[in-house]
């Protein structure tokens, strides 16, 4: 049995992304917390040694180091089957969705919460209009979709559920949306997502210091 070692903490998503993964696909793991907020990920001793991307997530799987949420998620179903899209065709829609998530969805999404909750000074209010713009047309786009079936491909859960669902069980409080009044679709997607075996919120999950919103009444 290989061993799992996941860089990560508490605030990213996109580690929850992989987090997510291995705790529902009932793979053992462990975290190896990085201190994101103190700088570690800048670090150019950190960057040579885990990652010269300067990113999370990092999974080790033995003696390999993966990077890129997605192309984890991609390695991990291919190597275990578990949450795999079958065949060509659902290989070229998984693909599709987590291009489509770190392109328009999570990106703007992650942005706009770190400048509304942990961003040391107030973030300019004409960002914050431009990026929730920007979200709301994702969002959009994700909640009609699943408003044609239960997950992102269809019958069952795939990794690319996993992709789109990194960000969206943090609190609203933190995102700025409360999906179950502003996309029904979405929500209702979260709560199959939550009824996994495995499922389990971000903050119980991943280790790290919780920390307060600091600039919600701005937006
Ligand atoms: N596309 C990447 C995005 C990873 C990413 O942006 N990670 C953030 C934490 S959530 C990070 O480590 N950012 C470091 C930085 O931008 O300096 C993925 O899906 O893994």
Not at 169 to 191: C, M, R, V
């Amino acid at each position: 049995m290989p061993t799992y070692r996941l860089h990560c903490f508490a605030q990213s998503g996109n580690a929850y992304k992989v987090a997510l993964y291995l705790n529902c696909a009932g793979i053992e793991w462990e975290p190896v917390f990085v201190d994101y907020m103190a700088g570690a990920t800048r670090d150019p001793e950190w960057r040579a040694r885990v990652n010269p991307m300067g990113e999370v997530p990092v999974l080790e799987v033995d003696d390999k180091r993966l990077t890129q949420s997605g192309a984890i998620l991609t390695w991990l179903a291919d190597k275990t089957g578990k949450f795999a899209p079958k065949g060509d065709e659902q290989r070229y829609e998984a693909l599709r969705w987590i291009l489509f998530d770190n392109h328009k969805f999570t990106s703007y999404l992650a942005t706009y919460r770190f400048q509304r909750c942990f961003m040391p000074q107030p973030p300019d209010p004409a960002v914050l209009a431009f990026l929730r713009m920007r979200i709301d047309g994702a969002l959009s786009v994700v909640n009609e979709h699943l408003s044609k079936t239960p997950y992102l491909l269809g019958e069952e859960p795939t990794i690319a559920d996993f992709s789109i669902a990194g960000y969206l069980f943090y609190p609203s409080t933190e995102l700025g949306y409360d999906f179950e009044t502003s996309h029904k679709n979405i929500y209702a997607w979260t709560q199959r997502m939550k009824a996994i075996p495995g499922w389990k919120d971000p903050y119980d999950l991943i280790p790290g210091e919780r920390i307060a919103p600091r600039w919600t009444s701005q937006s």
